[in-house]
C-alpha cells in the first residue's frame, strides 16, 4: 500500500514539472522577450542652476541630434510602447567634469513600467559647451509676413507689448542676434484685433535660428507678446497739392504743377479721411526744395512724400513713397495744350509699310503774338508728321504745327512713332 502511494505522489511530482515545462514553452512562444529601438530627437537638460552660480551658461550640441534607445521585455509589454513614452534626461550634475570642452553628461532614459536594467541609450552622453552667460535688450518688430487685411483695408497701427525683451544665452549666439520679430497673421481681416504672438529671432545674415539655437536661450515672458493692430480704410483717387517757392523769370509764368502719378491711394483713420473729404480728396504737399526762383523753363523734381502727409494718413501698400514734380514755367501769354496723335496727319508712308504712335496724344506750348491766348482754338491748329524714306524701326519725328495768325511755338514738338512693313496671308 505504501509502495502504490510512493508511485503515485512521483507520477504527481513529474506531471507537475512538465504542466510548468509546457506553460513555459507555450508562454514563450506566445509572448517572447524581444528588443525594440526607439530613435528620439529631444533630451532635457535638468539643473541647468548647478553652473548658474560660475556666471556660464550651457551651449548645447546641434550636432548630436537623436539619440537611439532599446528597450528589452516581453513583447505585449514592448508592442505598446510608443516614442512619447519614453523620456530622455541629462543631469548637469552627474557630468563627468565641468573642466573639459565639451562637458560629457550621461543620458538618462525613463519608460513607465520598465526598469532603467532593461533600457540603454546611445550615444550614453550629451555634449555642451559651457559659455559666458550674456543678457541684452532687443526691440520688438512687427512682421505680418505675406498676410493682407481683407480688401479696401490696409495696417495703419501695430502696438507691441512689451516692446523690448531680454534675452539670455551663451555669448557666442547673443551676439549673433540682430533682430526679434513678433509674427502676426492678417489674411482677410477687417477689424481691429489683439493677437498673442511668438518671437522669431534672426541672426546678422538674415536667417531663422534654428530649433536647437532658440532651445539654448531664455526670453524673457516666454518668447511671448501681445500685438494690437488697427486696420485703417483704404481711399483711391486722392490728388497732390504742390506748394511751391519762389517766382519765376520775368516775362515768364507758372502754367499749371502736375505730379506723376496723378492721383495717390491712402489710408487713414476714420477721422482723418472724414477730413480727407471735406478737403475735397486733396493732400497739400509742403516742399521747402522745390523753388523756382528765376526758371525761365519747366522745374522738375523727384520728392519723398511719405513725411509730408498728415498724421494719421499713409500711402497704401505697395505704391511708391515718390512722386515726380512737374512746375510748367511759360512765357506770358502763353498755354500748353495736347492733341490726340490720332489726329496728326501722316505723310509720305510707304505703301507696304504701317505706323503706329507710341504714345496717345503730345503736348504743344502756344504763344499769341498778337491778342490774348485765351482766345486760341485747338481745332484751328494743324499737326501732321512726314516719314518719307523711312523704313522698319522706332523713330523720333518731328510734329509740324500749324497755328492761325496770331499765335507761335513756344518749342519744338515730337513724338515717337514705330514703322514696320503690312503683313500679309502669303508671309504668314
Not at 502511494?5 to 506566445?30: C, E, M, P, R, Y
Not at 539619440?67 to 523620456?87: C, F, M, N, P
Not at 515672458?221 to 493692430?229: C, F, L, P, Q, S
Not at 505730379?259 to 478737403?279: D, F, I
Request: glycine residues 6%; proline residues 4%; aromatic residues 4%.
Amino acid at each position: 500500500m505504501k509502495k502504490k502511494l510512493t508511485n503515485n505522489l512521483l507520477l504527481k511530482i513529474i506531471s507537475l514539472l512538465g504542466g510548468i515545462l509546457v506553460w513555459l514553452i507555450v508562454a514563450n512562444v506566445d509572448n517572447p522577450v524581444i528588443e525594440r529601438t526607439f530613435t528620439l530627437q529631444n533630451v532635457e537638460l535638468v539643473n541647468e542652476a548647478y553652473i548658474d552660480d560660475t556666471g556660464k551658461v550651457c551651449l548645447k550640441n546641434g550636432e548630436q541630434t537623436s539619440v537611439r534607445v532599446t528597450i528589452r521585455g516581453e513583447s505585449k509589454t514592448i508592442s505598446r510602447i510608443l516614442a512619447t513614452d519614453i523620456h530622455l534626461t541629462a543631469d548637469l550634475q552627474q557630468a563627468v567634469s565641468l573642466e573639459t570642452n565639451p562637458v560629457m553628461i550621461p543620458i538618462t532614459a525613463q519608460c513607465s513600467g520598465i526598469p532603467s536594467a532593461r533600457i540603454t541609450v546611445w550615444p550614453q552622453n550629451y555634449s555642451v559647451t559651457l559659455e559666458d552667460k550674456v543678457s541684452n535688450e532687443y526691440m520688438v518688430a512687427v512682421s505680418n509676413g505675406d498676410s493682407k487685411a481683407g480688401r479696401g483695408y490696409e495696417v495703419g497701427t501695430q502696438t507691441v507689448s512689451p516692446d523690448k525683451v531680454r534675452i539670455t544665452g551663451p555669448q557666442s549666439l547673443i551676439r549673433r542676434i540682430d533682430k526679434v520679430t513678433a509674427n502676426v497673421n492678417l489674411d482677410g481681416t477687417t477689424q481691429d484685433r489683439t493677437d498673442v504672438a511668438n518671437l522669431t529671432i534672426t541672426d546678422k545674415n538674415g536667417d531663422a535660428l534654428s530649433t536647437i539655437s532658440m532651445s539654448n536661450l531664455r526670453i524673457e515672458n516666454d518668447g511671448r507678446v501681445t500685438v494690437a493692430t488697427k486696420l485703417w480704410r483704404v481711399r483711391s483717387n486722392v490728388r497732390l497739392s504742390i506748394n511751391y517757392s519762389g517766382e519765376p523769370a520775368p516775362g515768364f509764368v507758372v502754367d499749371s504743377v502736375t505730379t506723376v502719378p496723378e492721383t495717390v491711394s491712402v489710408a487713414g483713420s476714420a477721422e482723418e479721411l472724414e477730413e480727407l473729404r471735406q478737403q475735397g480728396n486733396v493732400i497739400p504737399i509742403e516742399d521747402d526744395s522745390l523753388n523756382i526762383s528765376g526758371a525761365d523753363r519747366d522745374v522738375e523734381t523727384k520728392v519723398n512724400i511719405t513725411q509730408m502727409l498728415p498724421e494719421g494718413i499713409k500711402l497704401t501698400s505697395g505704391s511708391s513713397d515718390e512722386v515726380m514734380i512737374s512746375v510748367n514755367v511759360l512765357p506770358d501769354e502763353s498755354r500748353r495744350f495736347t492733341i490726340p496723335t490720332s489726329g496728326i496727319k501722316v505723310n509720305n508712308k510707304a505703301d507696304n509699310m504701317q505706323l503706329a504712335f507710341d504714345v496717345d496724344k503730345v503736348e504743344i506750348r502756344v504763344r499769341s503774338t498778337d491778342g490774348e491766348i485765351e482766345d486760341f482754338d485747338e481745332a484751328s491748329l494743324e499737326a501732321s508728321i512726314d516719314v518719307s524714306g523711312k523704313e522698319e524701326g522706332n523713330y523720333s519725328v518731328p510734329v509740324k504745327i500749324i497755328l492761325p495768325e496770331g499765335y507761335e511755338l513756344v518749342e519744338k514738338v515730337t513724338t515717337e512713332v514705330t514703322i514696320s512693313k503690312v503683313s500679309t496671308a502669303k508671309d504668314n
